[in-house]
């Protein structure tokens, strides 16, 4: 009888086992493999919102989902195995930035985001398909990949509604925060995001249609503005399908460089912008629209006389500095795009830009040891990342020991984005420190 009990007990342990190895068994198995269970392919897209890191290539397993991705690039769904996959991005020539094990389920939809700086990347996996709309109406899910973004408020009006009596849709969504869906009646809408608490317009798409019936990721990220963001609208649908909505803002400021020169008034195609900016000064930033605009000046004692002027495109949610230079009677403007993404922790960037009239090149030393040679004239150098403190920076005839301007003390706080101008005439050269960001 103890036999035959042990046998007994010996074969509902082998039956529980089976029923325990029994899911294993089945995902291991397919059509194809002999079993009978299908294993069905993951979809997945990938947008790069990497705003300083040039091309992207995604992999996830053995499969490349996006290869040679550029900034703001975007696939359709590509399909890979289900199960845990290594996935790997790299960018340029191979570097690779991340490096993870994620879980994708069986025939599921994801949206693979990539943003941030190649300095400090992130990677968000976002599962397609969580709030699928009834008919007649559309949701929306706002992610907030803008690097350097404080948060913000979004808005979904009626084209051309003011916002001065109106709370937002969705509040205060900080940098990687992914908010829950709100659902709205389909048709078109305009969508417009403000800094958080205020009624500040840092983006505005005008006018977009969304389809019933269709749920869409709302994706912000930054293109290196001091304040302004883009986005991207990415339908959750069959195809993966989506695009750049560009927003209709830009920035500007105008730097008073022109030594001699009383202080000035700017406007973009007569529309006034800034006014009384005397030498050796800056504005703030000022929104205008997207698009080539006429940038004119003149000075606040002769109003109507033109002492400079310039045409120059502005693109969606960028920064550019406007310069005035020259002496009197031969003033005339450049343009510079900024960047004003902060360094990396612990570090300050500086642009040092040329804006001396008859000067030529000039070299420039920092705490004594070269850093820049030969900038020419009306041209800025690439940005530079100093440890915070207080510098001593010189500025000598380019290929000289010839000292134009010596500036003992130039204090960099770290986490900010400074341009240092030196202008001037012989004797009488100084520099204008103006913090971007």
Not at 80 to 91: H, M, N, P, R, Y
Not at 327 to 333: D, F, I, K, N, T
Not at 352 to 362: D, F, H, L, M, S
Not at 366 to 385: G, H
Request: a negative charge.
């Amino acid at each position: 009888m103890k036999s035959v009990r042990f046998a007994r007990s010996l074969s509902v342990r082998l039956i529980a086992l089976a029923w325990m190895l029994l899911p294993l068994l089945l995902t291991s198995c397919n059509l194809q493999s002999g079993g009978f269970i299908v294993t069905l392919p993951v979809h997945i897209r990938v947008f790069n919102a990497l705003v300083d890191g040039g091309q992207v290539t995604v992999s996830i397993g053995d499969t490349t989902v996006a290869s040679a991705l550029p900034f703001e690039g975007l696939t359709t769904y590509q399909e890979v195995e289900s199960g845990a996959q290594e996935v790997k991005v790299t960018v340029g020539s191979g570097s690779t930035i991340v490096d993870m094990t994620s879980l994708f389920i069986d025939n599921a939809k994801y949206t693979y985001l990539i943003y941030g700086t190649s300095a400090a990347p992130t990677a968000l996996l976002l599962p397609d398909g969580a709030a699928t709309p009834s008919s007649g109406q559309f949701t929306l899910i706002v992610p907030n990949a803008a690097f350097g973004s404080g948060g913000l408020d979004f808005y979904v009006t009626t084209p051309g509604a003011s916002l001065d009596n109106m709370s937002p849709n969705l509040s205060n969504i900080q940098y990687s925060q992914v908010t829950s869906f709100a659902t709205f009646d389909a048709g078109s809408y305009q969508i417009r995001a403000t800094l958080p608490n205020s009624k500040q317009v840092i983006y505005d798409a005008g006018t977009v249609a969304f389809s019933e019936k269709t749920a869409y990721y709302f994706v912000f990220y930054t293109k290196a503005s001091s304040t302004l963001v883009n986005a991207a609208v990415l339908a959750q649908d069959a195809s993966g399908t989506g695009r750049i909505v560009n927003s209709k803002l830009a920035q500007f400021k105008v730097v008073q460089a022109a030594p001699g020169t009383d202080p000035i008034v700017a406007q973009y195609d007569g529309t006034p912008a800034f006014s009384g900016i005397p030498y050796a000064n800056a504005s703030g930033y000022g929104v205008l629209p997207t698009g080539s605009h006429t940038i004119t000046f003149e000075t606040t004692t002769a109003p109507g006389a033109l002492i400079a002027s310039l045409q120059r495109s502005f693109d969606a949610a960028t920064d550019a500095s406007i310069v005035v230079t020259g002496l009197p009677g031969a003033q005339s403007a450049f343009g510079l795009s900024d960047n004003n993404l902060p360094g990396t922790t612990g570090t300050a960037r500086l642009r040092i830009v040329n804006a001396a009239p008859n000067v030529g090149p000039v070299d420039v030393l920092v705490n004594f040891a070269p850093k820049i040679s030969s900038l020419q004239q009306n041209t800025a150098s690439s940005y530079i990342e100093f440890v915070e403190g207080t510098y001593q920076i010189d500025f000598v005839m380019a290929g000289s020991a010839t000292s134009l301007l010596t500036l003992p003390s130039v204090s960099l706080t770290a986490a900010h984005t400074y341009t240092l101008y030196f202008t001037g005439t012989t004797g009488q050269f100084t520099g204008i420190l103006t913090r971007d960001d």
